[in-house]
């Protein structure tokens, strides 16, 4: 009896993982004369990562990266539709074909390249540990301590370095910023090592909490982009030319300010050859 | 520009994903045993206790039964501390899910009390059995054999539900998943590895459930 349960059991378990293994292919993503055809132009942006993107106060996606993806929309002459997307998911998303291009802190890093491609950069990102204003903490070789707990958000830049750079620091991976930010509060960590651009406008919304910002220039400067589906050369190659128009005509510089409330502590070079 | 599967980017991470199914076996078990011995104590309490534990009882099952789990251990992760509790990441989603599987496991001990029925103990008596043998050999293994179908259900679907450990920070299977996931951006194999690791820890435990079942308790079933 039982060889006839085991049979059923492994026949299923065979067809389940053949079922997996045969997964189908992903949508194909749109080129630009598909996007212009349809007269939509879809962008993910990550609405936990404010003020890039936020939930205003009619519940609508807005901020820094929707402000300039609707420039983008309208230089193309079509609608913009922005789509919620998390810092894990957003490649998959323009991967998979789901959005057309996707923002979202896309900072450009040699691993992403190898699944999608990026545009010219958009911004810098600055990097820097945020911490309590009691901490000891001064600089990132005091994070590298079995005695620190650094809490981060799944996915992001800045883990792939704090797993190799600082292994004896513990590490709680959390789902978005405002858990981190949350958690940071309630002092199940001692810091976190991420991007700092965006810590003035975060610091308004926990005014009561002070924190210690303490940047590391030499960690180096990221540059984030717009990503796109890897191959996608006609929505790259447009993107490029728009982004350059963004940046000499000061419209990108002038929405940083707005939504970021400090100048962009690194300027983007901008060059008339991409 | 067809995405093409490639399952060798995935594939050297395969021990970290079992490890992932470990802890997230580790916290099922751990989960069921607590959550089933809350069940117990409250359905003796709903059917047997007095009227203000039997109203307490009441408001933590229907508490828990109307409110998603989800919402239950962000409560207990993120509110508790402003209250001076602050649970580590497992400790949090562990209580999370003790406490909720205790509330299902209390109606569903409660239902396995009420299957009972009085011309079975008369009959006990009736054959000269005494109280402590009438309960041995008449009440628990009706009761038993009555609860060991939902309650394997509800130790499958906690096995399920380890997956909310991700958003707290805990590494099980899911977490490890997405971590694969941020580093290789191959979702599709990444997820359907990780899915194929879950279909086996269920159909694993559904088979020793099923064999425990049929041999000790006569239960008729299968596994699928």
């Known amino acids: 009896m039982l060889s006839g349960v085991f049979r059923r059991v492994f026949g299923a378990a065979a067809l389940i993982a053949s079922a997996a293994f045969v997964a189908p292919a992903a949508v194909d993503a749109r080129t630009l004369d598909e996007i212009l055809a349809s007269g939509e132009f879809r962008v993910g942006v990550n609405p936990t990562l404010p003020p890039r993107a936020l939930f205003n106060d009619k519940n609508e996606i807005d901020g820094f990266e929707p402000e300039i993806a609707g420039l983008i929309a309208e230089m193309m002459g079509v609608k913009l539709v922005l789509v919620q997307v998390g810092s894990p998911d957003r490649i998959p998303f323009v991967a998979a074909g789901k959005v057309d291009a996707v923002m979202g802190a896309m900072s450009r890093k040699v691993d992403r390249a190898k699944v999608i491609d990026f545009t010219v950069p958009l911004h810098s990102e600055n990097y820097g540990i945020v911490a309590k204003p009691d901490s000891p903490i001064t600089s990132l070789e005091d994070l590298n301590n079995e005695n620190i707990t650094l809490i981060q958000v799944r996915g992001t830049t800045a883990i792939p370095f704090i797993e190799q750079k600082l292994p004896k620091a513990k590490l709680i991976l959390l789902d978005n910023y405002a858990d981190r930010d949350r958690a940071l509060t309630q002092g199940r960590g001692d810091a976190s090592f991420d991007g700092i651009d965006s810590m003035p406008f975060r610091l308004a919304a926990f005014a009561n909490t002070k924190w210690k910002i303490i940047p590391v220039p030499e960690w180096g400067i990221t540059y984030s982009s717009l990503g796109v589906a890897k191959g996608n050369d006609t929505l790259k190659d447009w993107l490029n030319l728009a982004i350059y128009e963004l940046h000499t005509s000061g419209a990108i510089e002038a929405a940083w300010e707005k939504w970021f409330l400090s100048p962009m502590a690194s300027k983007v070079p901008v060059s008339p050859y991409f | ?224």
């Open chain 2, 1 to 224: 520009m067809n995405y093409t599967l490639q399952f060798g980017q995935v594939t050297p991470y395969l021990w970290y994903l079992a490890g992932g199914a470990w802890i997230a076996l580790q916290l099922a078990v751990v989960a069921f045993i607590i959550g089933w011995a809350i069940g117990l104590v409250c359905a003796s309490i709903t059917e047997y206790g007095p009227k203000p534990a039997r109203i307490a009882v009441r408001s933590y099952v229907v508490f828990v039964l109307n409110t998603p789990l989800l919402v239950q251990i962000f409560f207990i992760y993120f509110a508790l501390p402003d209250y001076g509790i602050l649970l580590d990441s497992y400790d949090a989603v562990l209580i999370g899910l003790a406490l909720n599987a205790g509330a299902y496991m209390s109606e569903i001990q409660r239902a396995g009390f009420r299957s009972i029925r009085r011309e079975e103990i008369e009959a006990a008596e009736t054959l000269g059995f005494t109280r402590v043998q009438s309960i041995r050999y008449v009440v628990v293994p009706h009761i038993l054999k009555v609860l060991y179908p939902p309650l394997s259900n509800q130790f499958i679907i906690i096995t399920m539900s380890t997956s909310i450990a991700a958003i707290f920070g805990v590494e099980e299977l899911t977490g490890r998943a997405y971590n694969i996931n941020s580093i290789t951006f191959r979702s599709l194999e990444v997820f359907s590895i990780s899915a194929v690791y879950y279909i086996v820890l269920t159909i694993v435990a559904s088979t020793i459930l099923y064999t425990v079942g049929r041999y000790f308790f006569r239960i008729k079933g299968s596994v699928f």
